[in-house]
């Protein structure tokens, strides 16, 4: 059996050159939002990619009915892969983003560091692929949980 590879990058941060990370300490901005509090709605024009430095934000969408449905949760160490993609594709917002935790802290990272990053750090592409690789998944198993159901 393979054993894992302990130099490996575990978080997005962990896997940067220096120069990406000294670019991000430059121009990035800090959020602190409360418990509770949702921090985007459906629909909202997001101007970078979110970075979870602490804590845990959950991203969910309401049904009919006003219920909400959760998508996926988004953890420290982690990017929101929807503000990515929404950076990517020049798209709005797909759904609701509330904080999970007393102790949240997001690195906002603006659209053009971010896409620069993109282009300069290998890492920071195969992170994204394994991210939404993942997320399909994760999305898939879903899917399947909610058709199966009697």
């Not at 990370?21 to 901005?29: A, F, H, Q």
């Not at 160490?77 to 990517?88: A, D, H, K, P, T």
């Not at 509330?98 to 992170?127: G, M």
């Not at 939404?132 to 879903?142: C, E, V």
Request: proline share 3%; glycine share 6%; with cysteine.
């Amino acid at each position: 059996m393979a054993s894992a590879d302990k130099n490996k990058p575990t978080t997005f941060l962990d896997g940067l050159s220096s120069d990406a990370v000294n670019t991000l300490e430059m121009n990035t901005s800090s959020l602190y939002p409360n418990e509770g509090a949702t921090i985007i709605h459906k629909g909202d024009k997001i101007g970078g990619a979110y970075l979870i430095s602490s804590g845990t934000l959950k991203v969910y969408t309401l049904d009919v009915n006003g219920n909400e449905k959760p998508i996926y949760h988004v953890s420290s160490g982690e990017l929101c892969i929807f503000s990515v993609n929404c950076i990517f594709n020049k798209m709005l917002y797909p759904a609701w983003v509330r904080n999970e935790t007393e102790d949240t802290h997001i690195i906002s990272i603006p659209t053009q560091v971010f896409q620069e990053l993109y282009d300069s750090e290998l890492w920071v592409r195969d992170y994204l692929v394994n991210s939404l690789s993942h997320r399909i998944f994760d999305l898939m198993s879903s899917i399947e949980e909610v058709t199966t159901q009697v």
